[in-house]
């Protein structure tokens, strides 16, 4: 098999799992740590070979992928692949509902998993969030430009959790588990289907990226300095510091910031 080059890559850091999306817009999935990940959740989107790069598949879809997310626990991990037409594909460990598989209107009930199975083993069109993306800031029904970033500009995967930054730089929407207040909402419920962020939500467009480590949510300014915080969020533990570390350099990966800004941080 020839070496693959990828010109964006996500690796899980606690779950143990990685992406990579090739020039031509595939992805490919495998598990980068024996210990952490076996692919028993799904979390890779694909069947295989676990430890070996393989294609990964969004279903009958036309649109290739253009950036990748991916996050959990050991052994429940969750990834989401975001497509060159903008649409939201999700799979892997739904056990606190992190894939937001349930419609806005569910709030703390969550949803139903189909066949009871509480995860996905393949990746699968999630509409509930552009669906509520769009109720929130409905101008974002006027975009028809049919790019990666025209209704989402940031996706954060935390532990047990999922973050959405809208392209308007103002509304988080936030989905998963609760408990520890990481969905920054006006409760801590113990799960909760996509819903907007009150905490981490802002405003004025001021938001460049989210971030998420474990029980911990928080948003990034410009300049790539916190802005907000939700959950068990301690900056001086070395764990969090890392993660913020990498999530600036996916930003500035992505073009979220203002690289002089950042550079100096």
């Known amino acids: 098999m020839p070496e693959l080059t990828f010109v964006t890559t996500s690796k899980a850091q606690e779950a143990g799992h990685s992406f990579g999306i090739t020039s031509d ?85 969550g949803y139903t998993w189909k066949g009871g199975r509480l995860w996905q083993t393949e990746f699968i069109k999630n509409e509930h969030i552009m669906n509520l993306l769009m109720k929130l800031d409905p101008s ?17 995967l935390g532990g047990d959790h999922t973050l959405i930054l809208s392209s ?39 938001i460049a990226a989210v971030c998420a480590h474990k029980h911990c949510s928080f948003t990034l300014d410009e300049t790539g300095n916190v802005k907000d915080s939700a959950g068990k969020c301690n900056f001086d533990a070395k764990g969090l510091q890392r993660a913020l570390e990498l999530c600036r350099e996916r930003g500035m990966t992505d073009g979220l910031f203002i690289t002089e800004a950042v550079e100096k941080v």
């Not at 974002?140 to 954060?156: C, F, G, M, S």
């Not at 988080?172 to 909760?192: A, T």
């Open 25 to 109: 817009g595939i992805a490919h999935s495998y598990c980068h740590s024996k210990r952490n990940c076996q692919n028993e959740l799904g979390e890779l989107g694909r069947p295989g070979d676990a430890h070996a790069p393989l294609p990964v598949s969004l279903g009958n879809n036309k649109s290739s992928a253009a950036f990748v997310y991916t996050g959990g626990f050991p052994s429940s991990g969750h990834s989401i692949i975001l497509d060159s037409a903008g649409y939201v594909w999700v799979t892997g460990c739904d056990r606190w509902q992190q894939l937001g598989l349930g419609s806005s209107g569910g709030g703390s009930s």
């Open 140 to 156: 974002l029904n006027n975009t028809r430009y049919h790019e990666p970033k025209q209704w989402i500009r940031d996706v954060a």
């Open 168 to 206: 308007n730089q103002k509304d988080v929407v936030s989905f998963g588990k609760g408990g520890e207040g990481q969905l920054g909402l006006s409760s801590k419920p113990w799960v909760s289907c996509p819903a907007k962020s009150k905490v981490l939500s802002s405003p004025k467009p001021d």
